[in-house]
């Protein structure tokens, strides 16, 4: 399935996130692909906001991962950035939490064949300074994550 949408400020990226985050539950991958500069972190920082967590989400650029607690909820939330990551992935633990978590993953491109069949594919465009166009690819299993998102004010 797919479903595009566009966001034309800072506070739509983070509030559409933030609903998709509201309704997940715990067994989803998120594949962020998008240019540097693109929405990808603010994106995921309305992730982490609709699960709940309050703590300061930044791209774990040079660190590789970020794990958050997921209040009141039975998994956590791990954050990926793979831009300064060679094609060797085995040592940086990525393949050993997907599952019963919610992950989001800046840079996938570089591990599409070991990603879950049921991985949502976010791809963010630049549009303009504050417009970003997303286009969603995923499951039909998967569709439960849009509930409520017409509300985030994005055409």
Known sequence: MKIQTITTNLSGTHKLGELIGKNLKGNET??????????????????????????????????????????????NFHHFDL????????????????GDVVTAIEWPEKIKKYLPDDTIWVEIKYQSEKSRGFMFKFPETKKYIFKNTKSCGCS
């Open 30 to 75: 998120f594949a962020l692909m998008g240019g540097l500069g693109s929405g990808k972190t603010s994106f995921t920082q309305g992730l982490a906001k609709g699960l709940g967590i309050k703590d300061n989400i930044t791209s774990p650029t040079f660190v590789l991962e970020r794990i958050y607690e997921v209040p009141k909820r039975k998994f």
């Open 83 to 98: 831009y300064r990551t060679g094609s060797n992935i085995r040592g940086i633990g990525l393949l050993d939490v997907l």
